[in-house]
């Protein structure tokens, strides 16, 4: 089904300037970006954005890392857009990440991994949401 996605080219990426080489990927994949925006974070954004995980012992690496620098946040539609950008990212840790994925290819570590994306269709809904307002996404 169609579906959409959404995507964030973290600070280390952003720093590395490899913005367009991951937008690429998504492209050449055949995701469509119908949104997309940089944004500097704040704690409140950013700690918001990763609710989920306020209990976790990385949360606060997590927050400092994401408010570190500017991120791109874009939506992603296409066939299967959830699990075809999960696959193009590679595993979180990017020293188990597959050859040849975003993270592989450009990841550091665990907290610095270049890329983030929407892990289901119901957090897919609410972090398209958290970012962008309808008249934002433009589909084609
Ligand atoms: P992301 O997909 O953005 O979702 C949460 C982020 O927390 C994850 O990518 C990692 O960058 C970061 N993180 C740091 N430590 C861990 C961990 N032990 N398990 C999962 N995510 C972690």
Redesign the pocket.
């Known amino acids: 089904a169609v579906e959409r996605t959404l995507s ?1 080219i973290k600070p280390d990426a952003v720093g590395k300037n490899v913005i367009g080489e991951i937008v690429t990927r998504f492209e050449k994949a055949g995701l469509n970006v119908v949104a997309m925006k940089m944004l500097h974070l704040d704690d409140d954004k950013a700690g918001g954005f ?1 609710a989920e ?1 306020k209990e ?1 012992p ?1 949360f606060g ?2 927050v400092s890392f994401m408010t570190s620098g500017p991120v791109v946040v874009q939506v992603l539609e296409g066939e299967d857009a959830i699990a075809k950008n999960r696959e193009l990212m590679g595993a ?1 840790n990017p020293q188990e990440a597959a050859a040849g994925t975003i993270r592989a290819d450009f990841a550091q570590s ?2 610095a ?1 270049a890329v ?2 929407s892990d289901s269709a119901e957090s897919a809904a609410r972090e398209v949401d958290y970012f962008f307002a309808a008249d934002e996404i433009c589909p084609r």
Do not use: A, S, V, W
Request: no cysteine.
């Open positions: 964030i990763y995980h976790r990385f690496d997590l979180t665990i907290d991994n983030h994306g």
